[in-house]
Every structure is written in structure tokens, then in C-alpha cells.
């Protein structure tokens, strides 16, 4: 016998309480069920709160979790277009790191307050993002954690070059969950010599990862309506992600 | 790659944005991912005055050829008229950005 499952999801823009106890923008979506449901903090890309990631944040609810995105953004430019809030920031030299944390902890605070909520949340970020889910699984509870392609986790930058993050390999031996990366092979940064430190790093520490590097892939990837999309990789890595939280977010 | 660097300069003149004309209080340059020029990396400037709102803003997103291109048509511009013709003129504002 056929037993149909209610499909439906609801996605919604929610005020959320942030660092500092700010009110700050956010995006939810979750299936309509009771649960118990996983829940997965989405970080947006450096180019902020836009369309693209907002489906990420609903493909994560079509695929069994209540997920949110905070608007990391909010504070300086509430209510602009992403791109104009995203200009904005970065005239301003960035988010704060501390403010990110904080935004970020109040998103899972957020999730595990739900009443479908199994009380595991993970987090996941692409791009600079990626960078931002490492530093948030080091100083946050997070039960799990993926890191697509970000940059300037390993790795020393070159001489001259102006970077203005730092590197985040130093504080590896505090991160407190599970970690997936997953980068392109043809990416600069994070190259494969990256990505091999960062792995010799937490294998020495004997922290619990699993990477994966596509061949014919560079960085973003997974960005579909940007010309570095690979379709084979992002399958490929869509499911990982999903069996990754799978087991860990359960 | 994210960059993370931005070049930053005061400028003093005009743009036109969404909501019309308004006065320009700097630019920022960065060469970074695009948001909607379809390659992975261009140089982007926002022309932009941030005392009138995020959405006071003139945006180019440029290929690397055409950002140097645009540099030497400036230049091969301003040769071409008389020394100082569009320079701002002397006084307490003269040459600051204004609001």
C-alpha cells in the first residue's frame, strides 16, 4: 500500500535575535511536519542575503531539516537589495568577527527553540563562508559542520599579499564537531596544498573530517547561477552534505 | 577567491542611481567575485555615498581588460582637454566630496 507524506515546506523571513541580543533579519524554511527535525545554520557568500543562497536555505527544508540564514548584513544596510548591503559592508572592512559568532549562535539558538527540533544543528558556508563555518565550529556548539571551498583556513599567504583575514588553522584544535569539506581540485584558494594542511593538522589532533577535492572543479562550484558551476561535483557534493548531516544531525 | 582587499578613494562629483541623481562620496575598487557579470572575477567599483543609504550607489562590475581599457580612456581623456578643466574649482569646498 501507497503511504502518501505530507510534502510541503514553509519558508519565511523571521527576526531573530542576535549578537548583542540585536534584532536581526533571517530566513527560514522547514518542513511542515511535526519532526523531530535536524537544523542547519546557512551562511551567505561574501556577495551577501541573495536569491541564491535563500534556495540553498530551502533545499535544506525540501531535504528534511529546518534551516535558517541569517542576515549578517541586517545591521548596516537593513532592507537594502543584497548587493547594495553587501557593498556597503565591504567599504566598511567586513563583519565583525566577534558580531559573526554572535549572529550565528543566535541562529541556532533560533532553530533548536523550534518546536520540530531534535536539538542537533549544523552549520555550512560557501566561499567565505566556508572560512566562517570552520571558525564558527571551533568557538560554537554546532553538532556538525561543513566548509565548502573556504579560503584562508590553511595556508600561509604569500609575501605582499594584503590579506585582511587570517588564517584560521591555528585554532583547529578546538573545533567541537564533525567536519566536511569539500573543495574544487582546480581551486587557488583553497588550493590542494591547503587543504592537505588543514587535514595533516586534524588528523594530528585526531579530530573527526572527511574531505573531498573534485577533479575539473574550482572554487564555487556549487554556484549555479554563476559560470564556475560543475554539475558533477555539486550532485556529488549536495549528497555528501545530506549524508553527512544524515549522520550526524539525526 | 575572495580578495578581501578594497581600494577605497574619496571622490567629489555625481551619480545616477535607482532613485535619480545624488552626490557622490567615494568609490571603492575591488577585484572580487561579480554579482552579476558572468565570470568568476571582474573589477568592481561603487561609486557611492553612504550619508544617502545602501542604494546610493553606481555599480560596475568590469573584465579585467576592460577595467584598464577604461583606465586609459580616462587618461587619454582628460589630454585631450586643457589642463584643469574639469579639476574642482579653489574654495573651502574645492575638490572634497560633498553630501
Not at chain 1, 533548536?112 to 549544523?122: I, Q
Not at chain 1, 572543479?217 to 554556484?223: I, K, L, M, Q, S
Request: some cysteine; charged content about 20%.
Amino acid at each position: 500500500m501507497l503511504i502518501r507524506v505530507y510534502d510541503a515546506v514553509l519558508a519565511e523571513t523571521v527576526t531573530i535575535t542576535g549578537h548583542q541580543d540585536d534584532q536581526i533579519e533571517a530566513y527560514l524554511a522547514r518542513p511542515l511536519a511535526p519532526g523531530p527535525f535536524g537544523g542547519v545554520v546557512v551562511i551567505h557568500h561574501m556577495p551577501g542575503y541573495d536569491a541564491a543562497t535563500k534556495e540553498i536555505v530551502r533545499r535544506f527544508a525540501v531535504g528534511g531539516y529546518a534551516a535558517i540564514c541569517p542576515n549578517l548584513y541586517w545591521r548596516d544596510a537593513p532592507g537594502a537589495s543584497p548587493d547594495d548591503a553587501a557593498a556597503v559592508v565591504r567599504a566598511a572592512g567586513g563583519v565583525p568577527e566577534d558580531r559573526l559568532l554572535g549572529d550565528l549562535a543566535g541562529a541556532a539558538r533560533y532553530l533548536r527553540g523550534l518546536s520540530s527540533a531534535n536539538g542537533k544543528v549544523g552549520v555550512i558556508g560557501y566561499c567565505s563562508g566556508g572560512r566562517q563555518a570552520f571558525l564558527a565550529a571551533c568557538k560554537l556548539p554546532f553538532d556538525a559542520a561543513v566548509d565548502c571551498y573556504g579560503a584562508f583556513v590553511a595556508g600561509t599567504p604569500p609575501e605582499g599579499f594584503p590579506l585582511k583575514v587570517r588564517p584560521l588553522i591555528g585554532e583547529a584544535d578546538q573545533l567541537r564537531c564533525p567536519l566536511l569539506g569539500l573543495f574544487g581540485a582546480e581551486d587557488s584558494t583553497p588550493s590542494p596544498e591547503h587543504n592537505a594542511e588543514l587535514a595533516a593538522e586534524l588528523t594530528r589532533l585526531g579530530k573527526t573530517f572527511e574531505f573531498h577535492e573534485y577533479p575539473g572543479a574550482g572554487h564555487a562550484f556549487f554556484a549555479v547561477d554563476r559560470p564556475s558551476y560543475r554539475p558533477q561535483a555539486a550532485v556529488d557534493g549536495w549528497r555528501r552534505i545530506f549524508d553527512f548531516f544524515g549522520r550526524y544531525l539525526s | 577567491m575572495c580578495t578581501y582587499v578594497t581600494e577605497t578613494v574619496p571622490v567629489d562629483g555625481s551619480g545616477k542611481g535607482p532613485a535619480g541623481w545624488f552626490s557622490l562620496r567615494h568609490a571603492a575598487v575591488y577585484v572580487d567575485h561579480p554579482y552579476h557579470a558572468p565570470y568568476g572575477h571582474t573589477v568592481n567599483i561603487d561609486f557611492a555615498n553612504p550619508d544617502l543609504g545602501p542604494a546610493a550607489r553606481v555599480a560596475v562590475e568590469l573584465t579585467e581588460q576592460s577595467a584598464l581599457a577604461l583606465v586609459d580612456a580616462i587618461h587619454a581623456a582628460l589630454a585631450a582637454a586643457p589642463p584643469g578643466l574639469a579639476a574642482a574649482p579653489p574654495g573651502p569646498a574645492g575638490g572634497q566630496p560633498q553630501a
